[in-house]
């Protein structure tokens, strides 16, 4: 080539990068000048955009952990159901992602992927209870405690995840587990009806019958997949007996644990719809300094102290303490610390990661290995030390009451749900070692539940489990999923929270 061809090519060259970047900043000008100035008009009164610069925006977008949290470009706080629809049509056409937000609890792995737009639902808060009693229907932006509360002061209450700050679709439509899951089914099974804005941007109403029925089954267990929950219809239920409940809480030494979970197993067999245990293996520096502790919380309903049939057995095996107590079911949360005002409701500066599996029942020798391990890899100095291993007994009447095909939610024998975790700060060394000891931890319980099948909890889930461990091992049910994802949402929009792929 000779030297005035060199140079035409690299002035070519020069001609195209320069068009190129020209056109890319106008892209992004284009975008920045959309979302206020194009989008900005087609929303509601009632809505609001939120950048980066705006004050709010910090608030806006604080995530419960830290572990490889989404990034927001701009935050949506829609007013209404057309504000989502709208908001959905706008970043499909501008090509740029979109999540919906609601009590920021979400963490799982591939979040961190996430790079756009927030659809910030809080304002969406309304419940209405119909005339006969049976349903309420609330705003898909309702958080847990806002439906505990709004259903109670009408004397009714339905299930819903225990932690008050959580959104209250969050939970369900990964299933949602809850206190009052022995006596009617998990949260996605008090469903009767919803809206919904679908990938397309498209406005659906969806429920066991008309046009769009094929998505019923998906919206209860996967439907973080399928689209944005503009407001749900569930069935609930008078409280009853004044909503009475009452606790007895227990701890114990190291060595206690094998016997424990052998009387848990049996509990498990015993427990009405109306009782659950919820435990936990944590540090305690103040109780033992050296080991970790179990500490076994028995709750039940109607009653004002829980029933000496179901203590014994317990207060037998000698614990460290006692403690017991009786109020409402309005309680709950601030008995087990997941009220608005526990450590657990407030953002904090820390990465969670959790690893949870299901069990039918405790192998009371892997057990006592997990409580071995725990106390080696976490020790009293280890950056993980404020980890724990969360146990929650619920009675499981309701929940098998309903046909294991009925619905998306694949874990029904499941009767144990046992979640690691791991609490550090944001390091990501920390967060990488973390993800080793919590996967490491999970799988003493796997090997000792003699199952090759991880079964995990949606929304419980670290990210590192294969969609089998998510949704089901049985192959039509991730056939039926991958069919309805390619059916409602083909551009993988939904594609943040425990996705399907297409
Ligand atoms: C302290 C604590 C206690 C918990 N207790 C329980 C419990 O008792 N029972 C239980 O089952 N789970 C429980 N969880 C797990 C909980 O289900 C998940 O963390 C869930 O993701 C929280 O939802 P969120 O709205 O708070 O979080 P977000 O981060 O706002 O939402 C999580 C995901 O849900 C989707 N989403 C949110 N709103 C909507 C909507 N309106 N329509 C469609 N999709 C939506 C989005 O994909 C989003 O990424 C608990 C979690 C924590 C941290």
Known sequence: MGAMSTWKVWITGVFLAVFLTDRLTNAIAFRRENITTTLGPQLSNGAQIILPHNAGFVQATQRWS????????????????????????????????FLAVTGSHGTIACLGKFNGIEIRMRKLNSTVISEDGKTATFGGGK??????EALWAAGKQTVSGICECTGFLGPALGGGHGVLQGKYGIASDQFVSMRMVTADGAIREVSSSGPNSDLWWAMQGA??????VTSITSKVYDVPDGGLWSYETYVFSYDKVEAVFETINWLAQHQPPGMFNRDVIYRNPSVDPKNPILQVDLLQESVSAVAPNFTSP????????????????????KWTGVNFNSIACNVADTSKIRFPIGLVSYNATA????????SQ???PDSPFNVSQVLFEGYSMYGVKAVPDNATAFPHRGDNQLVTVAMV??????LDAQAVRIGNKLR??????SGSTELHAYVNYAAGTESLQNLYGFEPWRLKRLKELKAKYDPQDRFGYYAPIPV
Request: proline share 8%; hydrophobic share 35%.
């Open 143 to 148: 958080r847990s405690g806002e439906v505990i």
């Open 66 to 97: 830290l572990f490889d949290p989404p990034h927001f470009t701009a935050v949506v706080e829609v007013g209404t159901e057309e504000d989502i629809a709208t908001t959905v049509k706008f970043a499909n056409k501008n090509n740029i992602p």
């Open 424 to 429: 550090n700060a944001p390091r990501p060394e």
């Open 377 to 379: 890899v976490i020790g």
């Open 367 to 374: 057990q006592q290995a997990l409580m071995d391990t725990f």
């Open 223 to 228: 439907g973080h997949n399928f689209g944005i």
């Open 443 to 448: 799988q003493v319980l796997l090997e000792g």
């Open 314 to 333: 317990f207060r037998k095996l000698g614990p460290m303490s006692v403690g017991s107590g009786s109020g409402t079911y309005k309680d709950i949360p």
